[in-house]
C-alpha cells in the first residue's frame, strides 16, 4: 500500500492551524499513525489507529479518516511543532509516508 | 520511560554481514513485539522486521527478505538483527521499536536513538 502525504513543504507561522493529507492507495481501515520527527532525533508516535492520541501529546494534535483518506490537524502551532511528520498503515504490510515538512513562515 | 539502546552498526563492504543488538529496559521486554525501522540519510522511514513477543512469528518487508533476520532473547531483554548480503542501499541508521496495537502487525510507541551502518567499498 502506497501511502502518499500532501503538501510536500507547508509554511505556516506559530499560531497557525496546519492541516496535513495521507491518502492510501487503497483503504487501510483506520490502521492509520502519525509521527513527528525533529532534525537529530527518532521519530515520535502522536496518533494512533487514525484518531488516538499517543500518551503526553498535546490536545492540539488531532487525526481524522479511515479508509483512504487522512488528516493530522494541529490547531494552533506552537514553535516546537515545526518538524517533519509521517503517516504509517499496519493494514497490509508496513508502510509510511514520504513525510510533511512543516516549516516557519 | 522505556529505554531503547541500539550497538553493532559500522562500515561493512558490500556483500557483508552485521549483526544489530538492542538492549531494552524499564519494560516488561517478554509482553512486547518489536520491530527494526531503518531511514536512509536525508531521507524518509522504512519498516524491516518485525518479531512476536515469543519470537515465534517474524515478517520482513520483501526489500530484505531472505537476507536479514531478527530475534530476541527475552532472559537478556534483546533483540537482534542479523544482516546477510549488504547492498549500499541498506547504508541507513537503524531504529529499534517497541511495535503495539489490536489486529494487524503495529504502530511504534518508543524509539531507540539508532545505530548507523554504512555499506561501501
Known amino acids: 500500500i502506497v501511502l502518499t502525504q500532501s503538501p510536500a513543504t507547508l509554511s505556516l507561522s506559530p499560531g497557525e492551524r496546519a492541516t496535513l493529507s495521507c491518502r492510501a492507495s487503497?483503504?487501510?481501515?483506520?490502521?492509520l499513525a502519525w509521527y513527528q520527527q525533529k532534525p537529530g532525533q527518532a521519530p515520535r508516535l502522536l496518533i494512533y489507529?487514525?484518531?488516538n492520541r499517543a500518551t503526553g501529546i498535546p490536545a492540539r494534535f488531532s487525526g481524522s479518516g479511515s479508509g483512504t483518506d487522512f488528516t493530522l490537524t494541529i490547531s494552533s502551532l506552537e514553535s516546537e511543532d515545526f518538524a517533519v511528520y509521517y503517516c504509517q498503515q499496519r493494514s497490509n504490510s508496513i508502510t509510511f509516508g514520504q513525510g510533511t515538512r512543516l516549516e516557519i513562515k | 520511560q522505556v529505554q531503547l539502546v541500539e550497538s553493532g552498526g559500522g562500515l561493512v563492504k558490500p556483500g557483508g554481514s552485521l549483526r544489530l543488538s538492542c538492549a531494552a529496559s524499564r519494560l516488561t521486554f517478554s509482553d512486547r513485539y518489536m520491530s527494526w525501522i531503518r531511514q536512509a540519510p536525508g531521507k524518509g522511514l522504512e519498516w524491516v522486521a518485525y518479531i512476536s513477543n515469543s519470537g515465534s512469528n517474524t515478517v520482513y518487508p520483501d526489500s530484505v527478505k531472505g537476507r536479514f533476520t531478527v530475534s530476541r532473547d527475552n532472559a537478556k531483554n534483546s533483540l537482534f538483527l542479523q544482516m546477510n548480503s549488504l547492498r549500499a542501499e541498506d547504508t541507513a541508521l537503524y531504529y529499534c521499536?517497541?511495535?503495539?496495537?489490536?489486529?494487524?502487525?503495529?504502530?511504534?510507541?518508543?524509539w531507540g536513538q539508532g545505530s548507523l551502518v554504512t555499506v561501501s567499498s
Open positions: 487503497q483503504s487501510v481501515s483506520s490502521y
Open positions: 489507529d487514525a484518531s
Open positions: 521499536v517497541t511495535t503495539t496495537g489490536a489486529g494487524p502487525l503495529g504502530h511504534f510507541d518508543n
